[in-house]
């Protein structure tokens, strides 16, 4: 894709702003990544931060460290190993009974007392429910700055983190710049960068830090966790295909046409945000600033003007199909294959032609 | 509850009802305004064009800080076929004084900054609160209203009905007819946005100049209506508006005949490369002076639009309202102060002070013109603008054709289209309409 | 109960348009709204307060013009309303807006009284950072409880709260003690219309106004600008592509475009085919 950067807007005051590190934090150095482990799972957008920390870790010629809190037990070791092969050099590990279920007051004392004792320059987490409850906590005690739901990283010359993230409704982007204090603290949605290639054969060294916690001391009780039923979850995030209507197709009825796609081709269905407003969608099938990002093989927009507030959640895609019946429409900016239609009419039509295309005998044949 | 009793109410946040509201709270009466949207303007469409003059007698120093785009120094006037139009064009220096005398504005802030003028004179204002009804006492009286909110009904002496042109609230209290169809237009509006110095090159206009064109002709398709492009500070106003009538009976709808208007040829260019932003429909009183109703009554009057005070010839609706407003308010102030109960008798006065302001005399001037051009809507809107379009291109084109035939067949045009009869009897019956 | 409530005033940002030469906000006429995530928060406390009796107070550091905002909680039902307003403020990244709302509150305190809960919004919609809510936490030592979905019990002889609140892949139900804060998920209570009386008081109401010295403000440079550590180096929008969709030609029908918008797909990613064909087949 040939990008072409557009003019940067005049410069904000203090922008300019001298950066001289104070020298009580001269010795912060590294990339940590915070892992996020919740009931035996890590959250993908840590495998994700753990890719950009990589690339971060390699300019800055620094290590790249994951932070694993956990009970003690195999799903918080397995997180160690699994770091290692998703580009991790280290990994920071803090194994407490305490830590089995995220709660804010143990997580981000044991995460405080972590950064006090290692002193990284930067710290990563994922802007999930999870990252963002700590992330705050984590940077107010520590008093440093907190640049949440950059879009992407990155470190300039002198040395300094870069992040850009959407600001005014998403109509814009800014970079921001955590001058004079350390750790640089930044967290990043899901689905935003790319997740880097496992490597089995990697391996790291294991730092094991006690926390000092107790849970006597600790209020606040974890009484009970309902998990989401499987059934209602949708996967949009991490669907290889996937398939939306916007307002373009006119009724909720319509919409189904969308469904039937999604069907035939296994894939996830979803739209976007007036939709959801509509009542046609859930709101966890919401695509876009304010929904879900995604990054699937192919994404399929049927009357979707492209917003830009849709257009950063798609971005990573790719292949993008847009269908709109106005050759204006914003999508067919970014969509990589456009074609001037009536959704309505080309959906059922489309969903029967990939039936056949795909069938299994087809394949059968091709492959024979 | 504790009961709230005011000395007047105020129904609207428009221009009538913030002229109105302004007046009173201003003068120390205890005013109590209801607007149903999110804030005052927030659903307030006009093209739009404010007259100082008229605030001026309301808020002497509005210049000062009241949010105006561009004051106006050019008019257009342009006879529309749908190739062409044929201009008539004004632009003076003289309209860059010191305090000029009309700028476009942008209704959703210019109503705000009223508002909040309306507030700074004591006046409580409440919006998001729709008023559902008017409450009367056992002997007819109106004495107060009804909101949608709980607990919602407040008393007052008065009840100013600023409620602009669909007037539900008086039709349904039976103080006034529901407007019909051939005496309101539907005017649809888009913002459009340029980069200033874009906006400025386009249109040949220097710091906070503006122009305006007011277009007619074919584009109406044979039906009463008119197009308009008005500047703004860094954005164009672009509309078009007909009779609901003629929209009913043409089968045509406003918004096809805004992108119709502004697909032609000479609009166009102007709008190119904007991005559009808001859309907005609203209906105009057109009926003129034969279609005001009943303006006041036993602790009512009705002021703006809602009392069809709207000068549609002339594209005044704003300053009529205003003027009302201020009048009506002024009028109760008076009546306040002789200490007198606000009866119809008392609140005659409001008609009276209406009667000797410009506001009836010109509307009782162009009486005939909304029929007049309803009947003839054929003529002026398509056969008119044609002819002299064809006229002007035929003077034009330089293809070795002697001058005199080409007058010869001009002439001849017109009389094929329209006989000479028909022309000096339109010209006859425009004139009488006019006087 | 005593509960403070937290709102911003924020611009609509649906109505936000983008300067297409300068890349610069258009301000302009741009209305201005109370933060929607902060409603279910406020309306939350609404109802605590009518159950339990006390006094809901709102608070926004913000511009003079936020004082518009705060009287319209109060219409909402709100009982008081203060406004942090003051040129020292001006600039503030989370951490110094997190400073100053905490020692607001700490005012608040000494004036009417301890405070049993603090609410904010899940996040605003134009800083959108949800990092002002926990960083008022830490500040004020509160226990925080984020994206609460619902609040199943607040015992105020206990002083003890239970909340479902949503985490990824489920939902908790924790217990805490109170004083703590909480800030609502969206879309978990439907805010009130306040009645005419509301109105009526709000409009008539001061809006308690606070500078720096008035919230008794200890040290001037953790505000604003001067107390932010991050700063905004550029703001630009987002790179056009140069190169438009490859346009596929519509057929003489439906199916045919079907064929050819297929064709058109696999020819650009040709691994495509068959990993979809497992994915319809359901491997
Ligand atoms: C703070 C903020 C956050 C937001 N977050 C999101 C978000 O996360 N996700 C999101 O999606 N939006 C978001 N929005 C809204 C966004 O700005 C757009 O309003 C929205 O994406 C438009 O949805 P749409 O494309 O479905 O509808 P429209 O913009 O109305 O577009 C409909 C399209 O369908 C086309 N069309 C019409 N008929 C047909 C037909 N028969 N066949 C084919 N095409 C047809 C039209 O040409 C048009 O392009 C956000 C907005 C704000 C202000
Ligand atoms: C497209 C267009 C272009 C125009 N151009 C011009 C122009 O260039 N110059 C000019 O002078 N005039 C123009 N006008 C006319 C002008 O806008 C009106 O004459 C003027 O706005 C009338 O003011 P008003 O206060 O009577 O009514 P409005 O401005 O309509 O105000 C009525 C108010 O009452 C409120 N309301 C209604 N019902 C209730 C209720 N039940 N409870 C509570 N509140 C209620 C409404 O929300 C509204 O705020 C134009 C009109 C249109 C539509
Ligand atoms: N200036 C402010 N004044 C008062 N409360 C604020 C302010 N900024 C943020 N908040 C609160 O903090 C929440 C999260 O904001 P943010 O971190 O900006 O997403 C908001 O929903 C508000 O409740």
């Keep these: 894709m040939s990008d072409k950067p557009a003019p940067a807007a005049p410069q904000q005051s203090r922008a300019s702003a001298k950066k001289e590190l104070p020298e009580h934090f001269r010795g912060y150095k590294h990339v940590w990544v915070f892992v996020e482990l919740e009931r035996g799972e890590v959250h993908p957008v840590s495998w994700e931060?753990?890719?950009?920390?990589?690339?971060?870790?390699?300019?800055?010629?620094?290590?790249?460290?994951?932070?694993?809190?956990?009970?003690?037990?195999?799903?918080?070791?397995?997180?160690?190993?699994?770091?290692?092969?998703?580009?991790?050099?280290?990994?920071?590990?803090?194994?407490?009974?305490?830590?089995?279920?995220?709660?804010?007051?143990?997580?981000?004392?044991?995460?405080?007392?972590?950064?006090?004792?290692?002193?990284?320059?930067?710290?990563?987490?994922?802007?999930?429910?999870?990252?963002?409850?700590?992330?705050?906590?984590?940077?107010?005690?520590?008093?440093?700055?907190?640049?949440?739901?950059c879009t992407e990283l990155a470190v300039d010359a002198d040395g300094s983190l870069a992040a850009t993230r959407p600001t005014f409704g998403g109509s814009l982007l800014c970079t921001i710049y955590t001058l004079n204090y350390r750790p640089q603290m930044a967290t990043v949605r899901p689905r935003q960068l790319p997740t880097p290639v496992r490597d089995e054969t990697r391996t790291?060294?294991?730092?094991?830090?006690?926390?000092?916690?107790?849970?006597?001391?600790?209020?606040?009780?974890?009484?009970?966790?309902?998990?989401?039923?499987?059934?209602?979850?949708?996967?949009?995030?991490?669907?290889?295909?996937?398939?939306?209507?916007?307002?373009?197709?006119?009724?909720?009825?319509?919409?189904?046409?969308?469904?039937?796609?999604?069907?035939?081709?296994?894939a996830e269905f979803g739209g976007s945000r007036p939709l959801v407003q509509k009542g046609w969608i859930s709101s966890d099938r919401q695509i876009g600033q304010t929904g879900k990002s995604i990054r699937p093989k192919l994404y399929i927009a049927a009357g979707i003007s492209g917003a830009i507030q849709h257009r950063v959640g798609v971005e990573g895609a790719d292949c993008i199909v847009a269908i709109n019946t106005d050759k204006n429409a914003p999508i067919f900016d970014f969509a990589h294959i456009g074609i001037v239609t009536d959704a309505i009419r080309l959906l059922p039509a489309l969903t029967e032609a990939f039936r056949k295309r795909l069938s299994p005998e087809n394949a059968d044949r091709l492959a024979g | 509850m504790i009961e709230e009793k005011f000395d007047a109410i105020v129904i609207g946040a428009g221009m009538a009802g913030n002229a109105a509201a302004y007046t009173m709270a201003s003068r120390g009466l205890n005013v109590l305004q209801l607007e149903r949207g999110e804030y005052a303007g927030s659903k307030n469409v006009q093209g739009g064009i404010l007259y100082a003059d008229m605030l001026e007698k309301i808020i002497p120093d509005f210049r000062e800080e009241a949010p105006l785009e561009r004051h106006l120094i050019e008019q257009r006037f342009w006879m529309m076929t749908d190739r062409s139009h044929t201009g008539m064009q004004y632009r003076s220096d003289d309209f860059n004084e010191e305090k000029p005398n009309r700028y476009t504005i942008i209704r959703s802030q210019f109503d705000r900054w009223f508002n909040k003028q309306v507030q700074g004179?004591?006046?409580?204002?409440?919006?998001?609160?729709?008023?559902?009804?008017?409450?009367?006492?056992?002997?007819?009286?109106?004495?107060?209203?009804?909101?949608?909110?709980?607990?919602?009904?407040?008393?007052?002496?008065?009840?100013?009905?600023?409620?602009?042109?669909?007037?539900?609230?008086?039709?349904?209290?039976?103080?006034?007819?529901?407007?019909?169809?051939?005496?309101?237009?539907?005017?649809?509006?888009?913002?459009?946005?340029?980069?200033?110095?874009?906006?400025?090159?386009?249109?040949?206009?220097?710091?906070?100049?503006?122009?305006?064109?007011?277009?007619?002709?074919?584009?109406?398709?044979?039906?009463?209506?008119?197009?308009?492009?008005?500047?703004?500070?860094?954005?164009?106003?672009?509309?078009f508006g007909c009779l609901v009538s003629d929209f009913a009976e043409n089968q045509e709808t406003p918004y096809g005949m805004l992108e119709n208007f502004k697909k032609h040829p000479s609009i166009a260019p102007l709008l190119e490369g904007s991005e559009v932003k808001e859309y907005a429909a609203h209906l105009i009183p057109e009926?003129?002076?034969?279609?005001?109703?009943?303006?006041?009554?036993d602790g009512w009057v009705v002021v703006g639009d809602a009392a069809q005070l709207n000068n549609a010839i002339h594209r005044e609706g704003s300053n009529l309202a205003?003027?009302?407003?201020?009048?009506?308010?002024?009028?109760?102030?008076?009546?306040?102060?002789?200490?007198?109960?606000?009866?119809?008798?008392?609140?005659?006065?409001?008609?009276?002070?209406?009667?000797?302001?410009f506001v009836m005399k010109d509307l009782k001037k162009y009486k005939d013109m909304p029929a007049l051009l309803h009947t003839q809507a054929q003529n002026f809107f398509l056969t008119y603008p044609t002819l002299v379009s064809k006229a002007m291109e035929n003077f034009l084109r330089v293809d070795g054709t002697p001058k005199i035939e080409k007058e010869k067949a001009s002439v001849r045009a017109f009389r094929e289209k329209r006989s000479l009869t028909g022309l000096f009897g339109d010209a006859w019956r425009l004139a009488r309409a006019w006087r | 109960m005593k509960i403070l409530v937290c709102i911003k005033q924020v611009p609509d940002s649906a109505q936000i348009r983008v300067h297409p030469v300068t890349n610069t906000i258009m301000r302009q006429g741009v209305p201005t709204i109370i933060n929607p995530y902060d409603l279910f928060s406020l309306e939350e406390a609404l109802k605590l307060r009518d159950k339990f009796g006390g006094e809901v107070t709102t608070l926004t550091m913000g511009p003079p013009m936020a004082a518009d905002a705060l009287r319209k909680t109060m219409a909402i039902g709100a009982d008081r309303a203060i406004l942090l307003t003051d040129r020292f403020f001006a600039g503030a990244d989370t951490l110094a807006t997190t400073y100053a709302l905490a020692q607001a509150i700490n005012k608040i305190q000494k004036t009417w009284g301890a405070l049993d809960l603090v609410f904010t919004g899940k996040q605003t919609i134009d800083g959108d950072t949800a990092q002002v809510g926990p960083g008022v936490a830490k500040r004020l030592g509160l226990l925080q409880l984020t994206y609460v979905s619902k609040i199943v019990e607040a015992d105020e002889e206990k002083r003890e709260v239970v909340i479902e609140r949503r985490a990824e892949g489920g939902t908790q139900v924790l217990k805490t003690k109170m004083p703590c804060l909480i800030a609502m998920l969206e879309g978990t209570n439907e805010v009130r219309r306040g009645s005419i009386s509301d109105s009526l008081r709000a409009a008539r109401a001061d809006i308690i106004t606070w500078s720096a010295k008035d919230a008794e403000i200890e040290d001037l440079t953790k505000c604003g600008l001067k107390g932010s550590p991050t700063i905004v180096k550029k703001v630009f929008a987002p790179p056009v592509r140069t190169d438009r969709a490859a346009f596929v030609e519509p057929g003489k029908n439906a199916g045919d475009s079907a064929d050819v918008l297929i064709e058109a797909i696999f020819k650009r990613h040709p691994a495509l085919e068959d990993d979809m064909t497992k994915l319809a087949s359901g491997f």
């Design chain 1, 49 to 149: 931060l753990l890719g950009a920390g990589r690339k971060l870790a390699d300019q800055l010629n620094v290590d790249l460290a994951a932070v694993v809190l956990g009970s003690p037990g195999d799903a918080t070791r397995k997180a160690v190993n699994e770091s290692f092969f998703y580009g991790a050099d280290l990994a920071y590990l803090v194994e407490d009974s305490i830590l089995g279920d995220y709660r804010n007051e143990p997580y981000s004392k044991a995460v405080t007392q972590l950064v006090n004792t290692h002193k990284p320059e930067i710290l990563l987490l994922g802007a999930t429910t999870l990252g963002r409850d700590l992330a705050g906590s984590v940077a107010t005690t520590l008093l440093t700055g907190l640049t949440a739901d």
């Design chain 1, 204 to 266: 790291g060294r294991v730092i094991e830090f006690k926390a000092d916690l107790d849970e006597d001391t600790i209020i606040t009780k974890l009484l009970k966790f309902i998990p989401d039923r499987e059934s209602a979850k949708s996967n949009l995030a991490f669907a290889d295909v996937v398939v939306a209507g916007g307002l373009g197709l006119q009724s909720a009825e319509n919409y189904q046409l969308v469904r039937n796609l999604a069907t035939v081709l296994g």
């Design chain 2, 121 to 239: 004179a004591g006046a409580i204002v409440i919006s998001e609160t729709t008023v559902t009804e008017l409450v009367s006492d056992a002997y007819g009286k109106v004495i107060g209203v009804r909101t949608d909110r709980a607990g919602g009904t407040v008393f007052a002496d008065v009840v100013v009905l600023a409620e602009g042109v669909n007037g539900l609230l008086g039709a349904r209290a039976g103080l006034r007819p529901t407007p019909r169809p051939e005496h309101v237009a539907l005017a649809v509006k888009e913002m459009h946005f340029l980069p200033r110095e874009t906006l400025e090159a386009r249109f040949n206009l220097h710091g906070d100049e503006g122009v305006v064109i007011e277009a007619a002709g074919t584009i109406s398709k044979g039906m009463t209506g008119m197009g308009f492009v008005y500047t703004n500070k860094e954005s164009i106003s672009v509309g």
């Design chain 2, 287 to 297: 009926g003129g002076f034969n279609t005001i109703p009943e303006l006041f009554g």
């Design chain 2, 322 to 357: 205003m003027t009302s407003g201020r009048l009506a308010g002024e009028a109760i102030f008076q009546v306040k102060s002789r200490r007198d109960p606000m009866t119809k008798q008392n609140l005659a006065l409001y008609k009276k002070f209406l009667d000797d302001s």
